[in-house]
């Protein structure tokens, strides 16, 4: 081979790519076929896109000369990329678990860290996302990088408020946001990561701030004209008003959120088809919930999460599935799905456990098999006896403890009652018994009252 344009040409033909799957959104075919014929050439920038897109180095696209190691690991990448979109997340993880990471060029760690925590998160290891990311985050700090800072902040505060540590991902946004006052960043991407910070504060209940701050970030987010920061902010706006208790605006901001989406021309990526799940959640609240609208948007969040989510996604999605159908009057087909959120192979978390089991009683109590329920029940208290303290966890407790009092089982729900409190920071502190007698916590013996 003579010319980048030879080789850039072969590289596309053996990875089996059109030019117009190679330029992608970095460039445009036409530039592609000029490249490669010889007419034009790539800026550092796009030759690098190029190089990573083809799974060869860099350096061979210039000038010929290979360079193993960043080849191979290139390949392993692309791979990786590849096993994630097909919905394979093991094989994956396998991949990059075989990578150096002490190989890798450090300007290319932090792509490689999130491309690890998100196959780490789609297997359903929770704990694992954040270990690859952590202290990249900060060194990121300390070299006061902020492009890296905000890209790190947006992995780790997500997987935070998702394990019950919202406190921790306000810190984080917090000791970041300093640092983005004295270096500006994308301001799409500091939408998102805002929106974020929206997200822990309703998991804290300071829901007047994080509805004061989400109409700070949306009227910022207009002015910088960013209509995909706008969609992401109306997103977390949409939470704010639902855990308020204004249902309608909740649908109201969501449905703008998802036409906002669309509009910025949003690839239709894993959280693409969260915010057509988020939009069926809130048309499935209130007394005027929109049950068909609520399926249709199901069904579009089903076609991508199916092969894009995580185990925490797919059981959201069934235990909505079924409060679908249950509203609907269908009961077989809301047990049926909510057996599905609680038999899902992975790994959710004990929050999300603990509302699937929530769902399966909702449908057995309407099929009048109360003693059924009531044994879902307890399973319910056993994974919230292991959930973080917090609003959404008090909630539950609280939800726990009325279906308790409606199928006769005073006691427990005097206990759940007593937790939900608790979570709040009302009582001092006490624990559900579970039905085994033993205590998920401590694992120490209890007998139910």
């Known amino acids: 081979m003579t010319s980048l344009g030879d080789r850039l040409r072969a590289a596309r033909r053996d990875a089996g790519m059109t030019q117009v799957a190679l330029a992608g959104r970095d460039a445009s075919p036409s530039l ?8 034009r050439e790539p800026g550092p920038e796009l030759l690098t896109t190029l190089a990573q897109r083809l799974g060869v180095s860099a350096r061979w696209l210039h000038d010929g000369e290979s360079e193993p190691t960043d ?10 990329e590849v096993d994630l979109d097909a919905g394979r997340p093991e094989g994956a993880r396998q991949r ?23 196959a780490e998160e789609r297997c359903g290891n929770y704990e694992a996302c954040c270990a690859p990311l952590e202290p990249l985050w900060d060194a990121a700090m300390k070299e006061r990088n902020a492009d890296d800072v905000l890209t790190l902040s947006r992995g780790l505060a997500h997987r935070y408020i998702v394990l019950g540590r919202s406190d921790q991902a306000l810190r984080l946004g917090g000791e970041a946001a300093t640092l983005f006052a004295d270096h500006p960043v994308d301001p799409d991407e500091a939408a998102k990561l805002g929106s974020t910070m929206i997200w822990a504060r309703v998991e804290q209940g300071e829901l007047v701030r994080a509805r004061s701050e989400a109409h700070a970030l949306l009227n910022e987010a207009i002015t910088n004209g960013s209509v995909l920061g706008r969609s992401v902010v109306l997103w977390n706006l949409s939470l704010v008003e639902r855990h308020l208790g204004h249902f309608e605006w909740a649908a109201r901001y969501a449905r703008a959120a998802v036409s906002l989406h669309e509009r910025a021309g949003g690839a239709e990526d894993a959280n693409f088809f969260r915010l057509h799940h988020h939009l069926a959640t809130q048309l499935l609240v209130g007394d005027s919930a929109n049950v068909d609208e ?23 999605l069934d235990v909505d599935q079924s409060k679908a159908h249950l509203l609907s009057g269908e009961y077989g087909l809301a047990q049926r799905w909510a057996e599905s959120a609680v038999e899902h192979r992975g790994a959710p978390t004990p929050l999300c456990w603990a509302e699937a089991a929530l769902m399966l009683a909702d449908s057995l109590i309407a099929q009048r098999k109360r003693s059924q329920a009531v044994e879902w029940l307890h399973v319910a208290a056993e994974f919230l006896t292991e959930c973080p303290e917090g609003r959404e966890v008090a909630l539950l407790w609280r939800q726990l403890g009325t279906r308790l009092a409606d199928c006769g089982a ?38 139910l009252p």
């Not at 592609?32 to 007419?39: K, L, M, N």
């Not at 249709?296 to 797919?314: C, F, K, M, W, Y």
């Not at 005073?410 to 624990?431: E, K």
């Open 71 to 80: 080849v191979s690991i290139s390949l392993v990448l692309a791979a990786a």
């Open 32 to 39: 592609i076929s000029r490249i490669e014929s010889g007419d």
């Open 410 to 447: 005073s006691g427990p729900a005097a206990h759940a009652w007593r937790s939900a409190l608790t979570n709040l920071g009302l009582v001092a502190g006490v624990r559900v018994p579970s039905r085994s007698g033993r205590s998920a916590k401590t694992g120490q013996s209890q007998g």
């Open 294 to 316: 609520a399926m249709e948007h199901l069904r579009v969040a089903r076609s991508g999460l199916s092969r894009l989510a995580t185990p925490v996604d797919i059981v959201n």
């Open 96 to 118: 990059l678990r075989s990578l150096d990471l002490d190989q890798v060029r450090s300007a290319d760690r932090v792509s490689v860290a999130i491309l690890v925590a998100l």
